[in-house]
């Protein structure tokens, strides 16, 4: 059975670009949700998809958005790139929540 | 709003040794808490799921309790490995949404 897909696995942009990264949850899970993750935060959710509608939302600023597909897959989207957005972008997939979420194996962005 | 807190932040112990990992969290009204294990770097991998009616759940060397009623969990390693070294992470779903709150992790160093 096919895991959490993320892509691509590493990226290195400039600031002040955008970034667009992708998740394809495993086959039959239509609740995606998007965490980073950095040394000094840990981890923080980003928001959940469930079914292309956005459920839950963290705090985070309007630079950060995403968008579910009808296939599940999901992308997010990092406009305006600064220097601390550089971190470790990890997607989780579930059927439910109560079933548990199985995480990809991450994006790791660095921004110069 | 919950909060998840994990002791001890990090823990070195000779190979063969069992271990407790400990995670506490502030809101009781959890409908599962989840253990996950992080090698540097690299995405999380799932080890225990344990659902809010459940006290604990078990496999191979590893074991997770939970009591909700005093918000605690905690994982026991059994005759821990040097392969066992990585950062152990507990989570916990905040109030009754799928966004997940996660502690800051134990390191743990399995020497041989």
């Known amino acids: 059975k096919a895991g959490v897909t993320q892509t691509p696995r590493y990226l290195i942009k400039t600031r002040g670009q955008q970034v667009t990264l992708s998740c394809s949850p495993i086959s039959g899970h239509r609740s995606v949700s998007w965490y980073q993750q950095t040394p000094g935060q840990g981890l923080q959710f980003l928001f959940e998809y469930f079914s292309e509608t956005q459920r839950n939302k963290g705090n985070f600023p309007g630079r950060f958005s995403g968008r579910q597909f009808s296939n599940s897959r999901s992308e997010m989207n990092v406009s305006t790139l600064e220097l601390g957005d550089s971190a470790l972008y990890l997607c989780a997939s579930a059927r439910q929540g109560m079933d548990g979420y199985t995480f990809g194996s991450g994006t790791r962005l660095t921004v110069v | 709003k919950q909060e998840v807190t994990q002791i001890p932040a990090a823990l070195s112990v000779p190979e063969g040794e069992n271990l407790v990992l400990n995670c506490s969290f502030t809101d009781s009204a959890i409908y599962n808490l989840q253990w996950f294990r992080q090698d540097h770097g690299k995405g999380l991998t799932s080890l225990l799921l344990?659902?809010?009616?459940?006290r604990e759940q078990t496999s191979g060397r590893l074991n997770a309790s939970l009591d909700k009623s005093s918000g605690r969990s905690t994982l026991y390693i059994a005759a821990s490995q040097p392969g066992d070294s990585a950062t152990y992470l507990c989570a916990v779903p905040q109030g009754g949404s799928e966004k997940l709150v996660f502690g800051k992790g134990t390191k743990l160093t399995v020497n041989p």
């Open positions: 344990i659902q809010s009616s459940q």
